[in-house]
T-cell receptor, first 114, second 109 residues
Framework: KAGVTQTPRYLIKTRGQQVTLSCSPISGHRSVSWYQQTPGQGLQFLFEYFSETQRNKGNFPGRFSGRQFSNSRSEMNVSTLELGDSALYLC?????????????FGEGSRLTVL | AQRVTQPEKLLSVFKGAPVELKCNYSYSGSPELFWYVQYSRQRLQLLLRHISRESIKGFTADLNKGETSFHLKKPFAQEEDSAMYYCALSNNAGNMLTFGGGTRLMVKP
C-alpha cells in the first residue's frame, strides 16, 4: 500500500497570503488528522476528519481550517499567514474511527512564511 | 486539560547500556498512551501502545496510573535505536493525540 502522501512538500509564502495543503491517506483509511510541528511548540494537534466530518479540533485560531472529501483526501487551509505559521505540517491517517488507532504519518509539508 | 511531559530533550547512552525515556502525563480520565518514534530521514511511526502490552524492538513501556507515567525502557541499547522518541496521549475521542516534546536518544558505539 502507498503511504500517506502530502503535497506540496515545501512552500514559501509571504505574510497575509493564504495556503492550501493536501493530504492523501492510505487507501481505506477514513480518518485524517493534521498536526503542526515547530521547534518551540513541538507537535500540536490541529484537527481530525472522519467520513467528511470534523470530529476534533485543536486550539488554533479560525484562520486554520480543513475539509475532507468523499474519497477521504483532506486539505487544510491557512488564511492571512503570519510569520509564526512557519512550521512542518503533518498529516496522519488511521483505519480506526471508533477509538484511537495507529496513526500513519506523511512526510509533511514545510511552510515558510516570509 | 491533558498534558504530556518528557523531561529530557536529549539522552545519550553507550551501546549495551540500559535505556529509560521518561514520560509523565496529566489527564483526569482513562488515557491511552503511545510511544512514537522518528528515525533519521524517516516518517514518524508508532512504536508501541500501552494496551498492547507487548515488546517492540526490545522496548517495553508500563502505564503507572498512580505516578501518571509511561516510561519507555530497553535493557540493552543498540546504535540503531538512535532516534527521536515521542510519548503521546489520547482521550479516546477519536484520533487526537497530545504529544510530549520528544526525547532524542543517541546511542554511542
Amino acid at each position: 500500500k502507498a503511504g500517506v502522501t502530502q503535497t506540496p512538500r515545501y512552500l514559501i509564502k509571504t505574510r497575509g497570503q493564504q495556503v492550501t495543503l493536501s493530504c492523501s491517506p492510505i487507501s481505506g483509511h477514513r480518518s485524517v488528522s493534521w498536526y503542526q510541528q515547530t521547534p518551540g511548540q513541538g507537535l500540536q494537534f490541529l484537527f481530525e476528519y472522519f467520513s467528511e466530518t470534523q470530529r476534533n479540533k485543536g486550539n488554533f485560531p479560525g484562520r486554520f481550517s480543513g475539509r475532507q472529501f468523499s474519497n477521504s483526501r483532506s486539505e487544510m487551509n491557512v488564511s492571512t499567514l503570519e510569520l509564526g505559521d512557519s512550521a512542518l505540517y503533518l498529516c496522519a491517517s488511521s483505519s480506526r474511527g471508533d477509538y484511537t488507532g495507529e496513526l500513519f504519518f506523511g512526510e509533511g509539508s514545510r511552510l515558510t512564511v516570509l | 486539560a491533558q498534558r504530556v511531559t518528557q523531561p529530557e530533550k536529549l539522552l545519550s547512552v553507550f551501546k549495551g547500556a540500559p535505556v529509560e525515556l521518561k514520560c509523565n502525563y496529566s489527564y483526569s480520565g482513562s488515557p491511552e498512551l503511545f510511544w512514537y518514534v522518528q528515525y533519521s530521514r524517516q516518517r514518524l511511526q508508532l512504536l508501541l501502545r500501552h494496551i498492547s502490552r507487548e515488546s517492540i524492538k526490545g522496548f517495553t513501556a508500563d502505564l503507572n496510573k498512580g505516578e501518571t507515567s509511561f516510561h519507555l525502557k530497553k535493557p540493552f541499547a543498540q546504535e540503531e535505536d538512535s532516534a527521536m522518541y515521542y510519548c503521546a496521549l489520547s482521550n479516546n475521542a477519536g484520533n487526537m493525540l497530545t504529544f510530549g516534546g520528544g526525547t532524542r536518544l543517541m546511542v554511542k558505539p
